[in-house]
């Protein structure tokens, strides 16, 4: 399994972004997608999962300001991130694991390279 993000840039604090995940491979209706981050000098964090039937779980950090959802027929996973704060600025990284969900990116097999996200205050 492949995965290419992008939709990443420079936002203003309260702004939005639309975060994309490609991906190639077989049976992707049947992954488990993650949206995670990386700050400058943090570690790697969950943002958010989404499961085949579209039942997903957010970061408390995210809730209600985040959207993960997915396109089987595409391929693809989307993370819709409106009312953007300064600390949501990292590298974003999508994800997908064969198997049950969880937020512990250990689990997660495949990865994407990441798209930096930058809000500025």
């Known amino acids: 399994v492949q995965l290419q993000a992008s939709g990443g840039g420079l936002v203003q604090a309260g702004g939005s972004l639309r975060l994309s995940c490609a991906t190639s491979g077989r049976a992707f209706s049947s992954y488990v997608m993650g949206w995670f981050r990386q700050a400058p000098g943090k570690e790697r964090e969950f943002v958010a999962y989404?499961?085949?039937?579209?039942?997903?779980y957010y970061a408390t950090s995210v809730k209600g300001r985040f959207t993960i959802s997915r396109d089987n027929a595409k391929n693809a996973v989307y993370l819709q991130m409106n009312s953007l704060k300064p600390e949501d600025t990292a590298v974003y990284y999508c994800a997908a694991r064969a198997g049950g969900p969880t937020t512990a990116r250990e689990y997660y097999a495949y990865w994407g390279q990441g798209t930096l996200v930058t809000v500025s205050s």
């Open positions: 989404i499961i085949w039937s579209g039942a997903s």
